[in-house]
């Protein structure tokens, strides 16, 4: 009977120092473990999420608006071009329409959200974020 694979190969603690012992056979490398989700990867990896996360900095909120209005209807006009001249020679393409699609509502809604988050910073008194520090301070 053949000794299993797992036997075969040292075992590995989180410090790489090898537990156990070999029959012979070449160290392997340890497996990777999955990234971590709070770390940038996955959905926060694309482009346009990131500027959604920029916009709801304190910040960049006053930039939400005009931002929102600038992208949606390019969004649109590009998924209506996608669909109009692209997806006919290949349905494949259709894909890219709907994330154009999905990219327009997303920032029909998040712009406006932080937009109005901008304005209850204003109405609270806060402009910037240093103004948090600054407003009790006893000198300038």
């Known amino acids: 009977m053949e000794t299993p694979d797992g036997v075969k190969y040292l075992f590995w603690t989180q410090d790489q120092s090898p537990v156990g012992r070999s029959v012979g056979v070449p160290r392997r490398e340890p497996v990777r473990e999955l990234p971590d989700l709070s770390e940038g ?48 020679l290949d349905g494949i393409y259709l894909l890219l329409a709907w994330l154009c699609v999905y990219n327009a509502a997303k920032f ?30 006893p000198y300038g």
């Open 41 to 88: 990867t996955g959905w926060f990896r694309t482009p346009t999420t990131r500027v959604v996360v920029w916009m709801f900095r304190r910040p960049n909120r006053i930039w939400a608006l005009p931002i929102a209005l600038l992208l949606v209807p390019a969004y649109l006009i590009a998924a209506g071009l996608v669909q109009s001249y692209l997806v006919p």
């Open 108 to 137: 029909a809604v998040t712009g406006p959200i932080a937009f109005l988050m901008h304005l209850v910073d204003r109405a609270r008194g806060r402009r910037r974020p240093h103004d948090l520090v600054t407003q009790h301070m």
